[in-house]
């Protein structure tokens, strides 16, 4: 376990030290990243300008929800999509061989393969957005709050990693993945918004297929002080089932792997 953090932390120094070889880029993107911050706000904004609840969330709440679908954003473009783009060249090109080749486990190596060290600055704006909510609630998370909302943080990332993951290992099968990524993108989202706002079929699609629920909604509401002990323990549990599942199609597809270059 600590030869696989020591290798992670090593990718992500090289990717900062490229990414920071141009410090006026860095900043530009810091730049980009506000704008963006904007932007994805502004839908939220609007919604709240006649009304002052949506499927029982007030805007506080809705801007703590939207402060961990930034989050979750951050990750998902600054550590998980830039490897799964490498893991699709190389598979094209048949370098992933030399990846089967090293002494470690090839989806360890090729999850930490890059990185976006600039989606700092979207992680630093969903705090900030995070905060922001809270002091116009006018009172602080508890403390248990605070923690089992970071644990289900985590908890969110895991299961979009494990989506990611199996999305993934598709790529063995189906080279040319960018169009799969692009629509599994799109429908993250969704998670900028509470599940509570969808109906029917779509929300147990939501909650079970596409958990965003798992990584926004219950995060979120854990934060808030409105998730119980049963549906807390049930989202940790979701997003490891969706670890599993990932590795299960991971090995599946490893198995069933031939390489390009012979």
């Not at 299961?159 to 993934?168: H, S």
Request: glycine share 8%.
């Amino acid at each position: 376990m600590i030869k696989y953090l020591r290798l992670a932390l090593l990718q992500l120094k090289i990717s900062a030290a490229a990414g920071m070889a141009y410090r006026a880029d860095f900043v530009i993107e810091g730049v980009m990243a506000l704008a963006a911050m904007g932007m994805t706000l502004l839908p939220l904004i609007v919604l709240y300008q006649d009304r002052e609840t949506v499927a029982g969330w007030d805007q506080p709440s809705a801007l703590v929800l939207m402060a961990y679908f930034m989050g979750l954003r951050a990750v998902l473009e600054g550590m998980i999509s830039p490897s799964i783009i490498d893991l699709v060249e190389r598979i094209r090109s048949g370098a992933f061989d030399y990846v089967l080749l090293k002494p470690v486990d090839a989806q360890v190596m090729i999850s930490a393969s890059r990185f976006e060290p600039w989606k700092i600055f979207d992680l630093l704006g969903a705090i900030a957005l995070a905060t922001y909510a809270f002091w116009l609630r006018g009172e602080p998370p508890a403390l248990v709050d605070l923690a089992v909302g970071a644990l289900l943080f985590f908890a969110g990332v895991i299961a979009m990693y494990g989506l990611w993951i199996v999305c993934a290992a598709a790529a063995f099968w189906v080279v040319r993945l960018d169009n799969l990524t692009f629509l599994l993108g799109a429908i993250f989202d969704v998670a900028r918004w509470p599940v509570h706002v969808f109906r029917g079929v779509w929300r147990i699609v939501f909650t079970f297929i596409v958990p965003v629920a798992v990584m926004t909604t219950y995060p979120a509401m854990a934060l808030l002080g409105q998730l119980d002990a049963g549906t807390a323990i049930a989202t940790i549990g979701g997003a490891l089932a969706l670890l599993v599942v990932g590795r299960l199609v991971w090995s599946a597809a490893i198995r069933n792997y031939t390489s390009a270059s012979s």
